[in-house]
């Protein structure tokens, strides 16, 4: 099973800071296979960025993700308050897929 | 516009069987796409839990291998969870989703299934 590691589990950040949080595989991950999902409390996680570095519709420019191998990440060029949320990486690359454990990011 | 709907009872007592239906509007789940079931557990970790597919082929997590069944209902547009044997480990909220592609496009609004006696 490939394990995602996402970190940090918690962070917090101030409106338009940039932020960033990293998704590492304990296997390598192609890029076309690793995926990030926002989830807001009480909600259904949605496909935020697929493929490393596409976003997915309706995705505000300010996200963007990179990677390779076992090592991702995604960043936020300006948060803002609409961005907390929590956020998950998810691989395709073997079975089972799976998941990260998430990075919450809370707004000050 | 895809649209999945979960639907089930909430509560299931210790070593009975969890089931639940998800039904499927805005698109046939024979055309394309593999028809998954993902649960959150408290604390917040996803778990895949496997798929049926559009030709009807099963994929399964070997974690949930000896206990879990997806099966489908083409004429209704649905597809079902069974997961037998539950704890209280199970107690989770259940999602389906649509895997399109190797990313899950689409999902349920959860439903919360809670085992105790």
């Known amino acids: 099973e490939n394990v995602l590691t996402q970190s940090p589990a918690i962070m917090s950040a101030s409106p338009g800071e940039k932020v960033t949080m990293t998704c590492r595989a304990s296997?390598?991950?192609?890029?076309?296979?690793l995926h990030w999902y926002q989830q807001k409390s009480g909600a259904s996680p949605k496909l935020w960025i697929y493929?490393?570095?596409n976003l997915a519709s309706g995705v505000p420019a300010r996200f963007s993700g990179s990677g390779s191998g076992t090592s991702y990440s995604l960043t936020i060029s300006s948060v803002e308050a609409e961005d907390a949320a929590t956020y998950y990486c998810?691989?395709?690359?073997?079975?089972?897929?799976?998941f990260g454990a998430g990075t919450k990011l809370e707004l000050k | 516009d895809v649209q999945l709907q979960e639907s089930g009872p909430g509560l299931v007592k210790p070593s009975q069987s969890l089931s639940l239906t998800c039904t499927v509007t805005?698109?046939?789940?024979?055309?394309?796409?593999?028809w998954n079931w993902i649960r959150q557990f408290p604390g917040n970790k996803l778990e895949w839990m496997g798929y049926?597919?559009?030709?009807?082929?099963?994929s399964y997590n070997p974690s949930l291998k000896s206990r879990i069944s997806i099966t489908r209902d083409t004429s209704k547009n649905q597809f079902f969870l069974q997961l037998n044997s539950v704890t209280t480990e199970d107690t989770a909220t259940y999602y389906c989703?649509?895997?399109?592609?190797?990313?899950?496009?689409?999902w349920g609004q959860g439903t919360l299934v809670t085992v105790s006696a």
């Open positions: 989703a649509s895997l399109t592609g190797p990313w899950f496009a689409y």
């Open positions: 805005g698109y046939s789940i024979t055309s394309d796409y593999a």
């Open positions: 049926i597919s559009y030709s009807g082929s099963t």
């Open positions: 493929s490393t570095s």
């Open positions: 998810q691989q395709y690359s073997g079975y089972p897929l799976t």
């Open positions: 296997s390598s991950v192609s890029s076309s296979y």
